[in-house]
């Protein structure tokens, strides 16, 4: 019963996100808004897990390293979205349906199942919160994990807003600091958050059965939405494919000798 209510808390807390996030995408006329919402969709989730069971000190925690995470996330997409348009992802998907089925077809196929996605990854979040052992080694590799991961997104995209914000950089490929190390560091920090909240959540039984969690989302990252659809365009930019040759994909490795 215990999970039940739970999942029921997350689940909710991930529609009234969506219902709000499609009214100001109506508004604005442009459904790459959900962006910003993706990791607040995490962050009520791990406080609607917290706030329908008793609230361990494991759930405690997970709350806290999911809000530092989605809080600085959903800041700093906030922030690239600001004055630009409709994201060219979004917009080839619904040019190909006529304007009166553009909104049903992102709540279907953008709504809809970003929601899944991330009431599937949250599910470490929500076991947790049924689990009333004490935190153990298992929670600190976890946390240093999660930690490992913020960092490098965190780092990474101050160093990707820098070099574009120099007007010298225009039109060349950003492979300095840890771009010289993993084409996508932003990425593979965000499966290093996941993995060290899946660890927190396996200290204690039965959050290991969540594992698929955080491996889905390391596949979505990596191999899905993440970084094979960005570099499909990224492909065709002067200087990529080099860049692409000498530089790690997703986990980092020290960069080839041309």
Known sequence: MSYLIVGLAGLGAVVVALVVTGIVAQRQGRVAV???????????IA????????????????????????????????????GAGEDPRYEEMLSKVPPERRLALAVRKVFLTQGAVAWFVGLPLMVAATTDHDLGLVAALGVLVWLVGILFEAIGDAQLKSFKADPANKGKIMDRGLWAWTRHPNY??????????????????????????????TLLLAFGSGARLLERSMAQRPGYPEYMERTSMFVPLPPKRS
């Open 188 to 217: 593979f920090g965000d499966a290093c958050v996941w993995w060290g909240l899946f660890l927190i959540a396996a200290g204690a039984w039965p959050g290991v059965l969540t594992v698929l969690s955080p491996l889905a989302m």
């Open 34 to 44: 959900i962006d910003a919402t993706w990791p607040l969709l995490f962050v009520l």
């Open 47 to 82: 406080w609607a897990s917290l706030a329908a069971d008793e609230g361990s000190a494991r759930s405690w925690l997970l709350a806290v390293l999911t809000t530092v995470w989605g809080g600085r996330l959903a800041w700093h997409l906030v922030g690239r979205l600001r």
